[in-house]
Structures are given as C-alpha cells and as structure tokens.
C-alpha cells in the first residue's frame, strides 16, 4: 500500500493512521527484518506463519535492447516515487508498456512529475466492451486521458530503439488478439505498418510474479505462486498459510484483505 499505489490514490496519511490502529491492537511490527528462514521464525515460539509477500518481481518484455539505460519497471519506479526519491521527468517523453492498473499509476504518475508526453502502449483494445478491453478500471482510463495520457492500443512492443546504450524509442508490433476463445492471455500478432514511438523513457508495467527465491520447502505452481488449500489457505508445511497476490497472482487490494481475513481464521 505504502510503495505500489500512488499518493494521489492512497494519501500516506491514511496508511499512517490503519497502520496505528493496527498497532494499538497489540500486534507487533518489525521492519527491515528478512526472512529466510521459516524454521527460525518457529524457533522463537510462534505457532504459526502467514506469508503475504506479494508478487515482487516484474515481467520481462523479453525483447532487444530491455537493459538499455532509461528502461524501468513499474514497481521499481512507483516504488522510487513513492519513497521520496527525487525523479524528473521534465522535458522527457515517456512510453508505459501495459494495459492494467499499474500501467495507468506509471502513466499518471510520470504526467505529475512533469513530463512532456506520456504514451501508453498496450496489446489490448480501448474498447471497453470487447474481449480484449484493457484491464484497468474504465474510470481511471478515461481520468488518465483527461490528464493527458495518450494511449495506443492494440499494439505490442517489438524492440527497444538506443542510440549509445540509452533509450531513444519504441518500435512496436500489431496486436490483433489478446486471449483466446476460453479468456486465457494468447496473444496474436500481424505483420504491417506500426507506429515507433520516439522516447527517453521507458517504464514496463505488464506484470509481476512471485520472486523464484522463496522458501524452497513451500509446493509452488508454474508461475511460482504458492499453492494452499483454498478454504484454509494452509500451504503443504504444517503451520505455515499464505494468501495475497502470492497465492492468486496480482489481484486488488480487498481481495488481497479478504484472504489475509480468511487464513486469520483458520489460525485462529
């Protein structure tokens, strides 16, 4: 809440002030405290241990050029912002690579810290209505255009244009499907004229996953999300649950609050 989600969304008072409350329950915070070892935690006399943890790596556009200078992945940038590092985007034109909630927060954001032109560039549709529609809330997609966002859909990124290893454009790829007939994320490409995109800067926000590195002893699935049994969302170490992004992949934050309600329960 406090690093992923924008100011102009989450004001950080109001963080300050659930967290507060939180702590005037009783429970305890420590922080800057990694875990790498769930063992340890149960050597100091809990009985039990909820992993939220997230989904703390982002997607890779897995095209040329990625490690450019001038290339950044969302979390890392709203992460920066939200930390109170200073970013100028002043005179910069910046390309957002994704259709979700988090390309828009990237969009806007980067339009507040000032830069000259802020392009969104996605595989899906903007129409609403269609299959293929972006995944952001319709409400902040049209708040986004108001504030100057300009968006081109059904495009996908082709490769990263660089002069002396920095970032200098986008050359994008025609996007003619994005899922299947069942809804499943296949998407199609077409060969033909697409725009390139002239920048400075490029901000890649088409997902995040679950880090590789966590708790070897925990089942995971495919994609590295822990598996759990879904009504008390007790993973296959006795005493350990998880729940949050790290079970689902990236969902919204009540869904995330309701699986933490839900594993409270059957700690309980």
Do not use: W
Request: with cysteine; charged share 25%; hydrophobic share 40%.
């Amino acid at each position: 809440l406090r690093y992923g989600i924008p100011e102009y969304r989450l004001p950080k008072e109001i963080v300050d002030n659930d967290i507060s409350y939180i702590q005037e329950l009783g429970v305890e915070i420590q922080t800057n405290t990694p875990v790498k070892d769930l063992g340890e935690i149960f050597n100091q006399g809990y009985k039990a241990i909820f992993l939220g943890i997230g989904c703390q790596e982002s997607m890779k556009l897995r095209i040329p050029n990625e490690e450019a200078k001038g290339v950044i992945y969302a979390l890392d940038f709203l992460r920066l912002v939200n930390s109170g590092v200073k970013i100028s985007l002043g005179d910069r034109v910046a390309v957002v690579v994704g259709g979700g909630s988090v390309a828009i927060d990237a969009a806007r954001v980067s339009l507040r810290l000032g830069a000259k032109e802020v392009h969104l560039v996605c595989l899906e549709s903007r129409d609403l209505s269609s299959k293929d529609r972006m995944l952001a809330q319709d409400r902040e997609i049209a708040e986004a255009e108001d504030e100057g966002l300009i968006i081109h859909p059904c495009l996908g990124p082709k490769q990263i244009l660089t002069k002396e290893a920095k970032v200098v454009g986008l050359k994008t790829i025609i996007c003619t499907s994005v899922r299947d007939v069942n809804g499943r994320f296949a998407p199609r490409f077409a060969e033909g004229p697409a725009p390139t995109i002239e920048a400075d800067t490029i901000i890649v926000a088409t997902g995040q996953r679950p880090s590789k590195v966590i708790f070897k002893e925990i089942e995971k699935g495919p994609i590295q999300t822990i598996k759990v049994d879904p009504t008390t969302l007790h993973t296959n170490v006795e005493g350990v649950f998880a729940g949050g992004d790290v079970v689902s992949g990236p969902a919204d934050v009540i869904a995330v609050i309701t699986a933490g309600k839900q594993a409270a329960i059957s700690i309980d």
